[in-house]
C-alpha cells in the first residue's frame, strides 16, 4: 500500500513563498518519478512540476517556471515543491503524484494520489 501525504499549504500573501513537502511510504520510492498538480476552484486538475526518479531531471508548467522548485531526498523519501514569488492565481489544492507510465504531463499517467495541500494566495 502506497501513501503520500502533502503538508505545507496555507495561506500567503502574493510575492510570499510557501514550501510544499510530500512524503511517501511502501513504495521504491527512488525509481519513481513524482509529479506535482494542482486544482483551482471550478478548474480540473492541471500538471505543476514533476522530476526523475534521480532527481536529475525537472520539468514545469509555463506558468510556473521559474518560480517553482520541485526537488527530492530520498532517503528520506519526501518530494519538496518550492514556491516563491506566489500569486492569486496559484491559489489551488496541491497533491503529489507518483508516476506509473507514459506522458509525466497526464494525471492519467500516475497511479497514487495524495489527498492534497491548500494553498491560497491573497492579493
Known amino acids: 500500500q502506497v501513501q503520500l501525504v502533502e503538508s505545507g499549504g496555507g495561506l500567503v500573501q502574493a510575492g510570499g513563498s510557501l514550501r510544499l513537502s510530500c512524503a511517501a511510504s511502501g513504495r521504491t520510492f527512488g525509481t519513481a518519478a513524482m509529479g506535482w498538480f494542482r486544482q483551482a476552484p471550478g478548474k480540473s486538475r492541471e500538471f505543476v512540476a514533476v522530476?526523475?526518479?534521480?532527481?536529475?531531471?525537472?520539468y514545469y508548467a509555463d506558468s510556473v517556471k521559474g518560480r517553482f522548485t520541485i526537488s527530492r531526498d530520498n532517503a528520506k523519501n519526501t518530494v519538496y515543491l518550492q514556491m516563491n514569488s506566489l500569486k492569486p492565481e496559484d491559489t489551488a489544492l496541491y497533491y503529489c503524484?507518483?508516476?506509473?507510465?507514459?506522458?509525466?504531463?497526464?494525471?492519467?499517467?500516475?497511479?497514487?494520489w495524495g489527498q492534497g495541500t491548500q494553498v491560497t494566495v491573497s492579493s
Open positions: 522530476i526523475t526518479g534521480s532527481g536529475v531531471n525537472t
Open positions: 503524484a507518483g508516476h506509473r507510465s507514459g506522458s509525466v504531463y497526464y494525471q492519467l499517467s500516475y497511479d497514487y
